[in-house]
């Protein structure tokens, strides 16, 4: 079985490695069919191997068969529309699968829209975590979001651009307006832009609307800000301390400090429970 990286935009990244798999696997299964097919011809090329669609909504019980395939002796390339297989794709079960069953798995590596948005999002790289796509719904990606408040590496996150300005007001309520942030747009496209700044300029300039495919890259916590969350607690116990209520104590300083009620308030529960 071969993991193989499609260009996420500009042709020419299409690797020889890729080329060689497309024209000589026995069985190739892509995420869309169509758009492999449309990869081949605009490199010039034919997939004479058996075409599978596997995606999404067919994954589980694609496995059994093409796992079968791989032990009867067939060379499987697994491709996804854009960028790695099982990296934010289809994927990462038949792999885990594979490797329960003893099969070989290998990759043929190549563009990622993870990598080349970090690389160019000018925040450190030395640590980082991909967080794929936030959960559409406001609570829970509120929740998530609540997990991430102290975490120091660089983060990078996945948005559909009509999502974009929600999603990156969500992180300014959550991390601070002022935190470092980069929006990397149309990758290695014609079009390509790295928009670079604090949040709440950011969420401002997404207002506007925003096309394409959007990776968002944030920096991670520092020891200031931890500090500050201390203050910010230390100053809600303060107020409680006269006798006012905790809701109303966190509503004054949030005010106060244009900080998130609602991160305030957890950080004082979590501060009060140790």
């Not at 790289?125 to 590496?153: I, N, V």
């Not at 800000?225 to 409680?240: G, I, K, P, R, Y």
Request: charged share 25%.
């Amino acid at each position: 079985m071969v993991l193989a990286a499609t260009p996420i935009g500009n042709l020419s990244d299409a690797s020889p490695r890729l080329v060689e798999c497309m024209t000589t696997a026995d069985v190739v299964a892509a995420e869309d069919t169509r758009r492999l097919l449309h990869l081949a011809n605009a490199l010039g090329v034919r997939v004479p191997g058996r075409l599978i669609s596997y995606h999404e909504h067919n994954e589980s019980h694609r496995i059994a068969d093409l796992l079968r395939l791989v032990e009867d002796g067939a060379t499987l390339l697994v491709v996804s529309d854009a960028g790695m297989p099982a990296v934010s794709d289809p994927g990462f079960r038949l792999v885990e699968a594979a490797v329960e069953a003893g099969l070989e798995v290998t990759a043929a590596p190549g563009p990622s829209a993870v990598l080349t948005a970090l690389a160019l999002s000018g925040l450190p790289t030395d640590r980082f975590t991909f967080e794929g796509f936030l959960p559409r719904k406001p609570g829970d990606r509120a929740s998530r979001l609540a997990d991430l408040a102290g975490e120091r590496r660089t983060m990078v996150f996945f948005e559909a651009p009509h999502r974009l300005e929600p999603m990156l007001r969500a992180l300014a309520d959550a991390f601070g307006p002022a935190r470092r942030a980069a929006v990397a747009r149309e990758l290695t496209k014609l079009h390509e832009e790295v928009r670079r700044g604090p949040l709440d300029e950011l969420a401002e300039w997404a207002s506007d609307g925003v096309r394409g495919e959007i990776a968002v890259v944030v920096a991670g916590s520092t020891a200031e800000e931890e500090t500050d969350d201390v203050d910010h607690v230390a100053a809600v116990e303060q107020l409680m301390s006269t006798g006012m209520r905790l809701k109303d104590a966190v509503a004054a300083v949030a005010e106060r400090d244009r900080v998130s009620k609602r991160e305030l308030y957890a950080a004082v529960v979590a501060a009060r429970g140790k």
